[in-house]
């Protein structure tokens, strides 16, 4: 029951929209190639000349396989700019240079550079999600209390020691929070490098689709795309509880 309450109202709001988007395209006058209907778009799942579970596979694969490639190279470059601060004061102004570069106009050149296929897209998914983690964890793994660091220091604690008991447990949050910006930003990554250049994907679907005006296959691969952001996100929200359960049970 406490879970039913909980998610009650965001379960609701979606029953809206959706009657929301039945009510305009029923009544609102809302023409048919312009938004087809919730059951007419459900009804594109059965086009034979789509694919739809390789597509889902192929966007789902780049997405997470470029996000989790942006969490393990953050995560590792934030504790090496913890612990040295000389690379720190190197790298990060690189970083963030590199990051003003706007990340759509990279894709054509990953396209030249790895050619077609998933690679290219899973590198364009991990250079978009990238950034977040690797300042939020970095800024996590900084915030600590010197006092407690000079503690510690004091009873000879290795530095392992206190990464693992001091520095990466108050970087939980932090590293969460970047992961979370990241898993929007990896989804929007894999669709545009589907866009750009690829032969399958529910991105590529959607510019295949284009030309014959087939809006239902169009808004049922966005829909397709949504859910493996959703599903991404709440892989992330289950890892940090998970993590933070641990963290409690150790302590």
Avoid: C
Wanted: cysteine-free; aromatic content about 10%.
């Amino acid at each position: 029951m406490a879970f039913m309450r909980r998610h009650a109202p965001a379960v609701l709001a979606h029953l809206a929209l959706l009657g929301l988007w039945a009510w305009a395209t029923t009544y609102g006058g809302v023409p048919r190639f312009i938004l087809p209907g919730p059951l007419e778009t459900l009804r594109a799942l059965a086009a034979p000349q789509i694919d739809w579970p390789r597509h889902l596979l192929v966007t789902a694969t780049q997405a997470f396989g470029g996000f989790a490639l942006a969490v393990v190279v953050g995560v590792a470059l934030a504790v090496v700019f913890t612990w040295s601060a000389a690379l720190r004061r190197a790298l990060m102004p690189l970083l963030v240079t590199l990051n003003l570069i706007p990340k759509v106009a990279l894709a054509p050149l990953f396209i030249v550079w790895l050619g077609y296929g998933i690679v290219p897209n899973i590198a364009i998914t991990f250079v978009i999600s990238f950034f977040p983690i690797v300042i939020t964890t970095a800024r996590g793994l900084a915030e600590v209390e010197p006092e407690l660091l000079d503690l510690v220091r004091v009873v000879r604690a290795t530095r392992w020691q206190v990464f693992r008991k001091i520095q990466l447990p108050s970087a939980l949050p932090y590293l969460f929070s970047g992961m979370r910006v990241a898993a929007v930003l990896a989804i929007a990554g894999t669709v545009v490098g589907e866009f750009v250049g690829s032969e399958a994907g529910l991105g590529f679907v959607m510019m295949a689709v284009q030309g014959t005006l087939d809006t239902p296959s169009m808004v049922m691969a966005l829909i397709l795309i949504t859910l493996v952001g959703v599903a991404m996100y709440l892989a992330v929200v289950a890892l940090e509880r998970a993590a933070v359960t641990e963290d409690a049970r150790l302590r």
